[in-house]
């Protein structure tokens, strides 16, 4: 199961990340309006530090995000917003770092409207329909995503906290898409600065009540 942890800023906070949780990925927000925002004086610290780093966008322009791609070294691209289907395609012959949709979930999803993202992107993620748009620690409904009807691989996102793990690995078992988790303001001590001892503690759940591959 893969784990990605969202709205790293703090050099020493995403060391004792790395060395202790050891995430597939890191999240670095790139939302001017996100209290995780990472400003651009933190570009120099952040390239170098060796785990895969996904750049999570709003409505930005592709312009912008190339930029970022080059910038930090973005291995995935997290489109968060109304991001077209026309508009991953484009950026899609533009960059070789992986493409992820956001979904935001609502009451409902039309599983239609998500098939012409298929051919571009690597995978996509459900997190809480909410106006900020992302960070809510908010759940929405799980129950939604069992009638899921692509092979595509998914991570789950919104209101994660320690207590899911169990949860998530129930999820996984009835549906084998869910590839992983994404966590964030359910293990913060403050925005942008993450709880080591909750992520471990997460992470030893996952392992011991299943497994973690
Ligand atoms: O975290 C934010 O501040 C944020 C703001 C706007 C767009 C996306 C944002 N976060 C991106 C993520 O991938 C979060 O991990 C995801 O929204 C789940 O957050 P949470 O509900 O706090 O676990």
Redesign the pocket.
């Known amino acids: 199961m893969e784990l990605?942890?969202?709205?790293m800023r703090d050099p020493e906070n995403i060391r004792s990340l790395i060395s202790e949780v050891g995430p597939d990925w890191m999240?670095l927000?790139f939302?001017p309006?996100?209290?995780?925002?990472v400003p651009d004086e933190k570009a120099a610290h952040l390239k170098e530090f060796p785990v895969k780093k996904?750049g999570?966008f709003?409505n930005e322009t592709e312009q912008e995000i190339l930029k970022k791609v080059d910038q930090f070294g973005l291995a995935a691209i997290?489109l968060?917003?109304m991001e077209t289907v026309d508009f991953v395609k484009e950026l899609s012959e533009k960059t070789d770092s992986e493409l992820w949709k956001?979904i935001s979930v609502g009451p409902e999803i039309d599983w239609k409207s998500l098939e012409g993202y298929l051919p571009f992107v690597s995978k996509f993620?459900f997190?809480?329909a909410?106006a900020?748009?992302?960070?809510?620690?908010?759940?929405f409904d799980w129950e939604i995503l069992k009638t899921y009807p692509f092979d595509k691989g998914f991570l789950l996102?919104?209101?994660?906290?320690e207590e899911c793990a169990e949860e998530v690995l129930d999820l996984r078992e009835q549906i084998p898409q869910l590839q992983g988790v994404?966590?964030?303001?359910?293990?913060?001590e403050a925005?942008g600065l993450k709880n080591i001892e909750k992520l471990i503690n997460f992470k030893s759940r996952l392992i011991h009540s299943g497994t973690n591959n």
């Open positions: 990605k942890v969202c709205g999240g927000i939302y309006k996100s209290p995780r925002n996904v999570v709003v997290q968060h917003g956001v993620l997190d809480t909410t900020a748009h992302g960070g809510s620690g908010k759940r996102s919104g209101g994660l906290d994404d966590l964030n303001s359910k293990f913060e925005p």
